[in-house]
């Protein structure tokens, strides 16, 4: 299967073309970068991949939660790809995508850094299968009102919000420092791979999870 994979939840922009001859990636930190990048690097990568967008069998892109201007430039660029070749989208959540990264335990607690002196939550599951599932609703909320300590032992703590606000460490104990990933990323490559439910261009939304939005 051909796919053409954005991430642009966060400041750490990622792209990638899967082919059959193999999984080609482009990423990069940088908070001004998308706008400058994500073109470019989409060419360049389809042209590795020896692909034609007409070769294309969908298109996956993390749909947040995230920062508004980022998420919705990935979010248009795939819109707008999709209407040119008549091409299926698959929206990942950027939560799941972190938490599907985990290789140390079967349950996360995705911490991410929603700025504005907030954190995006969620937790997530692995089956025996597997797949990753939520165990509840992604939400928005201040530092303080995260608390790890509630949290099973075996509970892998995954996202930079961990790194943003340390504080929420402060109580863990060095049994579990081998569960906690403060650096782990939303990437492309890995949203291609939990792709499920495709939508039209029309039905395309970013997930921000509260009303009041930053960049």
Same mark, same amino acid.
């Given at each position: 299967?051909?796919? %053409?994979?954005?991430?642009?939840?966060?400041? #750490?922009?990622?792209?990638?073309?899967? &082919?059959?001859?193999?999984?080609?990636?482009?990423?990069?930190?940088?908070? $001004?970068?998308?706008?400058?990048?994500? #073109?470019? #690097?989409? $060419?360049?990568?389809?042209?590795?991949?020896?692909?034609?967008?007409?070769?294309?069998?969908?298109?996956?892109?993390?749909?947040? /939660?995230?920062?508004?201007?980022?998420? =919705?430039?990935?979010?248009?660029?795939?819109?707008?790809?999709?209407?040119?070749?008549?091409?299926?989208?698959?929206?990942?959540? &950027?939560?799941?995508?972190?938490?599907?990264?985990?290789?140390? +335990?079967? =349950?996360?607690?995705?911490?991410?850094?929603?700025?504005?002196?907030?954190?995006?939550?969620? =937790?997530?599951?692995?089956?025996? &299968?597997?797949? #990753?599932?939520?165990?509840?609703?992604?939400?928005?909320?201040? /530092?303080?009102?995260?608390?790890?300590?509630?949290? /099973?032992?075996?509970? @892998? %703590?995954?996202?930079?919000?961990?790194?943003?606000?340390?504080?929420?460490?402060?109580?863990?104990?060095?049994?579990? @420092?081998?569960?906690?990933?403060?650096?782990?990323?939303? =990437?492309?490559?890995?949203?291609? @791979?939990?792709?499920?439910?495709?939508?039209?261009?029309?039905? %395309?939304? +970013?997930?921000?999870?509260?009303?009041?939005?930053?960049?």
């Amino acid at each position: 299967m051909n796919i %053409l994979s954005i991430e642009t939840s966060t400041d #750490w922009c990622s792209v990638a073309v899967i &082919s059959a001859h193999g999984a080609f990636e482009r990423e990069e930190v940088g908070a $001004q970068i998308h706008s400058e990048v994500l #073109w470019p #690097w989409i $060419q360049k990568l389809m042209i590795e991949a020896r692909l034609d967008y007409e070769q294309l069998d969908r298109l996956v892109v993390g749909n947040g /939660p995230g920062g508004f201007t980022s998420l =919705r430039m990935g979010l248009s660029l795939v819109q707008g790809i999709a209407l040119a070749h008549t091409l299926p989208i698959y929206p990942v959540s &950027s939560l799941l995508n972190v938490a599907s990264q985990c290789t140390v +335990a079967k =349950r996360v607690m995705v911490i991410m850094d929603a700025r504005m002196g907030e954190v995006y939550t969620q =937790r997530f599951e692995c089956s025996s &299968s597997g797949s #990753w599932a939520a165990l509840d609703k992604a939400r928005v909320v201040s /530092p303080e009102a995260v608390h790890l300590r509630d949290e /099973p032992d075996d509970t @892998a %703590l995954m996202g930079n919000g961990l790194r943003v606000y340390p504080t929420l460490l402060a109580s863990e104990s060095k049994e579990r @420092a081998s569960l906690i990933d403060v650096d782990v990323r939303p =990437r492309a490559v890995c949203a291609a @791979a939990l792709a499920q439910d495709a939508v039209t261009p029309w039905q %395309l939304k +970013a997930h921000y999870v509260r009303n009041q939005v930053t960049s």
